[in-house]
């Protein structure tokens, strides 16, 4: 299994430009979700998926647009790319959406924003 | 969410020595705690986790202790090796039917040769 699998690793965009983050799990998870990683913090919640159909917003949704048409993809979209925007972007999943489960997370997707 | 701005926490050990990292956690009704480290250029990888009904969990080189009255979670790394120099988060889930996790901000461990 190659467990969370993002593309790409590395992307530079100009402000107003779209892109969208590709992930995919061959681990048959229901749970999937997206995070972003700035400098000096911790991980903040994007959006999550508690399975195929359903998506929610996370703690900073705005920007961002998630869609979950299979179990293994959950494709993240920039619309309108602004420089706040920068970051490393981390998917994750875990089997199910309850708790009480760790989740696996990608390598990471570093996009910065000009 | 919580920052403490470009700097993360740093706890330089020596390498065989063993290593404690603290984390203090927000949400009395949080139910499960997970460590995650992370190398440089990685994403998080799971080290170890406990449940809200335990004080103390052991895996292979590590132990977590769980102090509910005064919400703090500590990671113990026995015989710290350099392998080990990362960034080490602790993440919460709030409770209820959810996986939505919260993390701290991190610690990064520096393990001198």
Known sequence: NAGVTQTPKFQVLKTGQSMTLQCAQDMNHEYMSWYRQDPGM???????????????????????????????DFPLRLLSAAP??????????????????????????????? | G????????????????????????SNSAS???????????????????????????????????????????????AATQPGDSAVYFCAEIPGGATNKLIFGTGTLLAVQP
């Open chain 1, 42 to 72: 911790g991980l903040r919640l994007i959006h999550y998926s508690v399975g195929a159909g359903i998506t929610d917003q996370g703690e900073v949704p705005n920007g961002y647009n998630v869609s979950r048409s299979t179990t293994e």
């Open chain 1, 84 to 114: 706040s925007q920068t970051s490393v972007y981390f998917c994750a999943s875990s089997p199910t959406w309850a708790g009480s489960q760790p989740q696996h997370f990608g390598d990471g997707t570093r996009l910065s924003i000009l």
């Open chain 2, 2 to 25: 919580e920052s403490v701005g470009l700097h993360l926490p740093t706890l330089s050990v020596q390498e065989g020595d063993n290593s404690i990292i603290n984390c203090a956690y």
């Open chain 2, 31 to 77: 139910d499960y705690f997970i460590w995650y480290k992370q190398e440089s250029g990685k994403g998080p990888q799971f080290i170890i986790d406990i449940r809200s009904n335990m004080d103390k969990r052991q895996g292979q080189r590590v132990t977590v202790l769980l102090n509910k009255t005064v919400k703090h979670l500590s990671l113990q790394i």
